[in-house]
Structure formats: structure tokens, C-alpha cells
């Protein structure tokens, strides 16, 4: 016999858990029976849910930050039996989370209490690829690095590409509107979707699925879906237009001195390179030096390090004056502004470069416990606010001085796209009192400069649970009011992803 519901944690301990963020379990919604258990398992069959102990590593994230407790995950294979299960889940009004690759870094994908997982690893299917106008269209649970390999052999690529490629599928991408690397070069997913299928509580379904790259027959009702984290419904399918796969590929990276000198160089890349620049990333010393350390990384400078780097890559299907050298040249070692620079003369060397860059948010995990900001800044304070807050943290009389010995802050980021990753992490994972002392101070301090700089509290990871409460740092009151009123249209029960992004959404 399957084991069902476990009844080891009260509803009062889970009310607990969530108090310092004010959110206490909606009591409007049901809570889940052993006879919604059999009604889920006779629609989905039995490799369709998973239940006692094979839940937990829904139940937490990637960060190690958020712990849910949900008792259900749900894995339909189809479009219908999504339906089938929003329109259960409304009618009884069990919430619901839906959950991707769950590599989010905002606490998004998780359950806050006790609601049911919708996970969509069964539906990872591709269902066609138009060679004319370069356009897949596939169900929401294909991971993204399988969607690359699959375009990659017939000369084509997806146009989004970002670190935890090898585990987050397309619906979580669509989902978060996730920015990723190559961001300068090939836009948004608002950009690149140009069909999507999407269920809502109820169970209806929006099928828009088409590789029509034109269609203004009113509302575009996609886009709502896109960055909507999951709080109006399931992404099921989608239609993602595809860049032909560039024949050549140069990656140079250099150090320098002083952020501005950053700042020239990605002045420099864009008037220089502009239609073949692919990515222009940044880095600080603390990134690289955590990095190389913790997951025991080449340098590619030797035993050199520096205070700033940047990456910048161009692809173009003409071989011709960008050279890697030509390359280097261009980005400025004529006006100094480059300390010491590498060109990758092979794959082998341009992925061990882009692997240092994209694993930073592992090393910092591995390290330890790491408050994570995702910011769009303008120039002038994209660095700022990283030295700023060192500042901050080493001024306060809240820490000792071992523990701000311990402390470390870091800046990188798409700098192209004027997204910093603002990161400060401490040693280990046990040091609850450091933890609360530590985002006591540095949430405050970080989303209120935010807000004064008319920035964005979330560039590229999305709202989440993490950032709910400073929604209206970066959006105005008429629009959350307007946001609302789209939520309450398309759930009106508030069952899909609650406590996610609107901070009191019903
Ligand atoms: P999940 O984490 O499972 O879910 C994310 C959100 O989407 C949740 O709110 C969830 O409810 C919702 N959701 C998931 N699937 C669906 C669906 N089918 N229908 C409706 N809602 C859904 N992000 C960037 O933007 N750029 C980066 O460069 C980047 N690099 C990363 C590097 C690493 C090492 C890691 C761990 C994360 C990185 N991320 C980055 C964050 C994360 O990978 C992205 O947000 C990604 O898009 C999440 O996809 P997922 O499938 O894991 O979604
Ligand atoms: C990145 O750009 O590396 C990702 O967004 C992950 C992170 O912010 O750490
Ligand atoms: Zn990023």
C-alpha cells in the first residue's frame, strides 16, 4: 500500500515558519485528504504522483534558503491532464505551485505551506522544428540544454542560455523571463515567443500555439504568462523562434583596474563589435577568487589576480577582421584599459572561460549561506551599490569583527543588459542568528537604494516569495492594483503559486 499523508506537521507550525514575512497559511484553502490522493492517482496513474518521502526534494531549492511542505507532486504527461487538474484543484480549492527544473533562485517554485506540486518533467516532448522560419515548438518540461543540443545539430540555437541550463526546462524559463548570457545579442523571451499554450485554474485552455511570426488580433494574452511566475496559470506548450547557429565564435577576457575602465571596455564593445557582440559579462575579483578556490578552477591568469573582469564574446557566420587578436585589440589594450587580457584559441578554452563565469553561484552555495540580489542598475550604479553595502555591512556595530572578516560581497553580471548579481555570503550553513542579523540589515538597505535609483528589485530571476513584499520598490500603485485585478480574472480562488509576487493577492 502507497504511503498517503504523513500528519506530522500542524498547520499552527507551518503558520510559524512564515511569520517574520507576515504570511499566514490563506485558510480558504482546503487541505489535501488521502481521498484527493486516490482521485489524483486515478487520473495520472500511478507513475503520475509521488507522495511520502519522495516530495522532499520538491519541497526545497537550490539556495538551500526555502523549505516548503507539500505532501503531493503532481506529473501529468498531457495538456488535458493539466486541465483536468486546475479544474480539480479550483472546484476544491487546493493551491498549487507549479514547478519546472526548480533552479529558481527566489523561492518561487516551492511551496510555502502545504500546497501541491505540478511538476512538468513527463511532458518534455519536441514536437516540431520549422527549418524555414526557425521556429521549435515543444512542451513546457524540456530541459533547456537538451532544447540546445536538439537545434544545435540542425544548425540552429536557442536564444536563451544561462548557467542551470542542464536542469531548468522552457515553462520555467517563459515563467521567469529569464535573461541569461546572450541576453545583449537575441532580447527577451517576450522577444522570441511567438506562440504559447497555457492552462487556468478551471482548466481552460489558451491554446496559442502557432509559428505565425505576425498576428495583432488584439490582445496578445502570451505575454501575460511570461514572467507571471506561475500566478495565472500552467505554461504547457510554446513556440520559441530560433538564430541560426553562427559558424565563428570569439571569447576574450580581461582584467582591469577600476570599474570604469569596465565601463569603457563595454563602451568599446558595443561601437566596436555591435551587430556580432554576443556577451558582454563582468566580474570582481571576490567572484573569481571564491570561484577558482571553491570549485578548484585553472586561473586562466596563472596566480594572477585582479580587481575587475569582463568577458566579451562575438559570433558571426563571416570569418573575417574579428580575429581573436583583432579582437583583443579592439577592446581597448591601445588605451590601456586592459591589464592583462585571454583570447581562447579552442572549445576547450572558451568553455573552461565561460564555465568560471557561469558556476560563480555555485561556488558562493558551496561556500555558504548567500543572500542573493538580481538588479537593474543604471551605470553610475551598478558597482555603487556593491561598495556601498561592503561598507554598510563593515560600519555596523550589529556584527563582530571576526564576522565581518567572514563576510563576503561580491558584484557580477550581464553588465551588457545593466544587471548586477549583487551577492553577500558567510562561511557555512549552521549560523542562524549571522543569517537573520545579516539580511536584517542588507535586505533594507539594498532594496531601499534600489528603489531611490529607480532600479528594478528583480532583473532577470523574478519576484518570488523573496522579493513579494518590495513589489512596489520597482512597480507604481496603479500597476499593482491593475496586476491584481489580472490575477483575480484568470484565478479567481488565488490557488495558483500563492503568496508569490502580489504580496496580498487573494
Ligand atoms: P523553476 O525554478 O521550477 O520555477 C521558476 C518559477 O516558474 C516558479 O515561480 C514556478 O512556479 C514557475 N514555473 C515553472 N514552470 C512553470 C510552468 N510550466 N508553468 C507556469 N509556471 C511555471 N536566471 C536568469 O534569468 N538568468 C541566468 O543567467 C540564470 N542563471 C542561473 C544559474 C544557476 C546556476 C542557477 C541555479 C539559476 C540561474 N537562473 C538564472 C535562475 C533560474 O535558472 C531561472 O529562473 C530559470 O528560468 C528557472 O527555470 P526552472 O525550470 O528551474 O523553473
Ligand atoms: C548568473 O548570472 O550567474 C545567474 O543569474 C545566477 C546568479 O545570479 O547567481
Ligand atoms: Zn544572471
Not at 233 to 241: D, E, R
Amino acid at each position: 500500500m502507497k504511503q498517503f499523508l504523513s500528519r506530522s506537521s500542524s498547520l499552527t507550525t507551518l503558520q510559524r515558519r512564515f511569520a517574520h514575512l507576515n504570511i499566514l497559511r490563506n485558510s480558504s484553502f482546503a487541505t489535501l485528504t488521502d481521498k484527493d490522493i486516490t482521485q489524483f492517482e486515478s487520473l495520472l496513474g500511478p507513475n503520475g504522483i509521488l507522495t511520502g518521502d519522495a516530495v522532499e526534494p520538491h519541497n526545497s531549492d537550490w539556495t538551500k534558503k526555502y523549505h516548503g511542505h507539500s505532501k503531493l507532486v503532481l506529473k501529468p504527461k498531457t495538456t488535458e491532464e493539466v486541465s483536468a487538474i486546475l479544474r480539480i484543484c479550483d472546484d476544491k480549492r487546493l493551491a498549487i505551485v507549479p514547478q519546472g527544473g526548480n533552479t529558481g533562485l527566489v523561492g518561487g517554485s516551492q511551496p510555502v505551506f502545504d500546497e501541491i506540486v505540478l511538476n512538468f518533467s513527463r511532458m518534455n516532448q519536441i514536437i516540431d522544428f520549422d527549418e524555414s522560419y526557425g521556429i521549435i515548438t515543444c512542451e513546457a518540461g524540456c530541459i533547456l540544454q537538451d532544447l540546445h543540443t536538439y537545434l544545435n545539430a540542425k544548425g540552429y540555437l536557442m536564444p536563451l542560455d544561462l548557467g542551470a541550463k542542464g536542469s531548468c526546462q522552457i515553462g520555467g524559463n517563459l515563467a521567469t523571463n529569464a535573461g541569461g548570457i546572450h541576453f545583449i545579442k537575441y532580447n527577451s523571451l517576450h522577444a522570441n515567443c511567438v506562440g504559447l499554450e497555457a492552462v487556468v485554474p478551471g482548466g481552460r485552455v489558451l491554446d496559442n500555439i502557432t509559428t505565425l511570426r505576425k498576428d495583432n488580433t488584439g490582445y496578445d494574452l502570451k505575454h501575460l504568462f511570461i514572467g507571471a511566475e506561475g500566478t495565472l496559470g500552467a505554461i504547457t506548450k510554446c513556440a520559441i523562434l530560433c538564430p541560426p547557429l553562427p559558424k565563428f565564435r570569439h571569447l576574450c577576457l580581461v582584467s582591469c583596474r577600476s570599474f570604469e575602465q569596465v565601463l569603457k571596455i563595454l563602451r568599446s564593445a558595443k561601437h566596436e563589435l555591435s551587430d556580432i557582440l554576443q556577451a558582454v559579462e563582468f566580474m570582481d575579483g571576490n567572484a573569481m577568487e571564491t570561484t577558482l578556490s571553491q570549485l578548484n578552477f585553472k586561473n586562466p591568469f596563472e596566480s594572477r589576480l585582479y580587481p575587475f573582469y569582463a568577458l566579451v564574446e562575438v559570433a558571426s557566420n563571416r570569418e573575417g577582421t574579428e580575429t581573436p587578436d583583432r579582437l583583443y585589440e579592439l577592446l581597448g589594450s591601445a588605451d590601456d584599459l586592459i591589464i592583462e587580457g585571454v583570447v581562447a584559441q579552442d572549445e576547450t578554452q572558451l568553455s573552461h572561460i565561460w564555465q568560471i563565469r557561469e558556476e560563480i553561484a555555485s561556488a558562493y552555495i558551496k561556500r555558504g549561506y548567500t543572500l542573493k540580489y538580481d538588479l537593474s542598475l543604471a551605470p553610475e550604479h551598478f558597482y555603487k551599490i556593491v561598495d556601498d553595502t561592503r561598507d554598510v555591512i563593515s560600519r555596523s556595530p550589529t556584527f563582530t569583527a571576526n564576522e565581518k572578516h567572514s563576510i563576503a560581497v561580491t558584484g557580477y553580471g550581464h553588465i551588457g543588459d545593466g544587471n548586477v548579481h549583487l551577492n553577500v555570503c558567510i562561511p557555512g550553513y549552521d549560523d542562524h542568528d549571522l543569517q537573520d542579523r545579516l539580511s536584517g540589515l542588507v535586505d533594507g538597505y539594498v532594496f531601499e537604494y534600489v528603489r531611490k535609483a529607480r532600479g528594478s528589485v528583480s532583473a532577470e530571476h523574478g519576484v518570488g516569495l523573496q522579493k513579494a513584499q518590495y513589489l512596489n520598490y520597482s512597480k507604481s500603485e496603479n500597476m499593482i492594483h491593475y496586476m491584481k485585478e489580472i490575477k483575480r480574472v484568470f484565478d479567481p480562488h488565488g490557488i495558483m503559486n500563492p503568496y508569490k509576487v502580489l504580496p496580498d493577492a487573494k
